[in-house]
């Protein structure tokens, strides 16, 4: 592609995409092979087992088409309904929310923190009494783990024990982050996992519902795979749900299980070349763990911009790559801010909207080579003394 003056445009650099290990194929071909084209079999047994394993004991997974579709079950299994009420982080990718909807039911957005970008627990907590005292107990909490870093367990779990209103923990971008050695997606009441082709591991389209227990595992296959009551005809007494993954997609994931470890080994050390490429410049913070106790798998590093002290802003940067070819995004815009929640209560005090406002996601895939990163380096240096 010969694009105005730069002559020759140079090859894509993504935000985030699919870096196969090299077996997927393998256990992909063993679907076919088997005839095991079907949203069961094996591939989806196997993929299970080794989610299961690396989330340590007592983790039930159900791996589903989705991690929409595991939020959405998520709710169902903890009694969500029409005109319920369930508290969401604001600062979110939309499919935190959406499900809440399916249901019926009203999200009321929280703001976020500022050390982990995460939901606040001040916020929480002032959401959680108004709630009650307006007379409708919260039904659910939906934490999430953005951009990989894990949020606040130990406050955000002490509310949810306090007021006796269950987490369901987002933990779509942060597998295998963790808080204090203990893994994301073993935290909530029931917790999530996304496989879509952007994230930490991919199925190119897929999730999981991580349960505490074989009942709400069980619940969940059951919802996911059209509630059929257990007769010999198709007999129903629930609305199923068409939501398990495919046995060909969970040999995707069976392959990059293999990999995930060494991957979010790559991704922080992405994280590492960006703090140092920005160790120089004062006006710049890149988003890292607060303390010891978290562990971010760093799926996205993110900067943001100290407004006072820079004449330089997160779209003159994205502007600045995209030209280049290298793909960057601001932020999720927080939830309490979109056309489709203007309506829905927002507890905060903008914090979530001024991260927004400074934030950049950088690209911070695990195949990113030495090549990649000399062209990233070279437009951001060229942007920073231009
Ligand atoms: C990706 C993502 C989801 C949804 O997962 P899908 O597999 O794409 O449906 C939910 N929450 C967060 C925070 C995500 O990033």
Redesign the pocket.
């Known amino acids: 592609m010969v694009v105005g003056n730069h002559g020759l445009m140079e090859e894509k650099i993504y935000l985030s995409s699919p870096h196969m290990g090299g077996k997927e194929e393998v256990y992909v071909g063993e679907a076919f092979a088997a005839n095991w084209i079907a949203p069961l079999g094996p591939n989806v047994d196997h993929f299970e087992e080794s989610l299961q394993q690396y989330l340590g004991a007592d983790q039930y997974v159900a791996a589903l088409?989705?991690?929409?579709?595991?939020?959405h079950l998520a709710l169902i299994l903890l009694g969500v309904e029409r005109g319920d009420e369930v508290l969401c982080q604001s600062l979110?990718?939309s499919?935190?929310a959406n499900p809440i909807v399916y249901q019926g039911a009203t999200p009321i957005f929280v703001d976020s923190e500022s050390d982990t970008w995460n939901i606040s627990p001040q916020h929480l907590e002032t959401a959680i009494k108004d709630r009650i005292s307006k007379g409708k107990k919260p039904k659910a909490i939906v934490a999430?783990?953005?951009y990989g870093m894990p949020y606040n367990t130990v406050e955000i779990g002490a509310l949810s024990k306090k007021y006796d209103i269950p987490i369901i923990e987002?933990s779509?971008?942060a597998l295998g982050s963790s808080y204090r050695g203990r893994k994301c997606g073993t935290f909530g009441e029931i917790s999530?996992?996304?496989?879509?082709g952007?994230?930490i591991i991919t199925t190119s389209?897929?999730?999981a519902l991580v349960a505490r227990n074989t009942e709400h595992k069980n619940k969940a296959i059951f919802l996911a795979a059209q509630a059929r009551d257990d007769a010999p005809h198709y007999q129903h007494s629930q609305i199923g749900y068409n939501y398990r993954l495919s046995n060909v997609c969970a040999g995707i994931g069976r392959g990059q299980m293999e990999v995930l470890d060494a991957h979010i080994a790559l991704r922080r050390k992405m994280n590492v070349f960006y703090k140092n490429l920005f160790a120089e410049h004062a006006g710049i913070n890149v988003f890292s763990e607060p303390s010891a106790d978290f562990y971010s798998n760093h799926w996205l590093t993110c900067i943001s911009f100290d407004e006072k002290r820079n004449a330089k802003n997160p779209d003159g940067l994205r502007e600045a790559l995209l030209a280049n070819n290298i793909e960057s995004r601001p932020l999720?815009k927080p939830m309490h801010l979109q056309p489709i929640f203007k309506d829905a209560p927002f507890y905060g005090d903008g914090t979530s909207e001024g991260i927004f406002k400074n934030g950049l996601c950088l690209p911070s895939g695990s195949n990113l080579d030495y090549k990649a990163r000399g062209r990233i380096e070279n437009v951001i240096v060229d942007y920073f003394n231009s």
């Open positions: 088409s989705s991690g929409t579709a595991a939020l979110t990718f499919a935190s999430v783990h953005l987002d779509a971008e999530i996992l996304s496989f879509n952007n994230k389209g897929g999730g999720w």
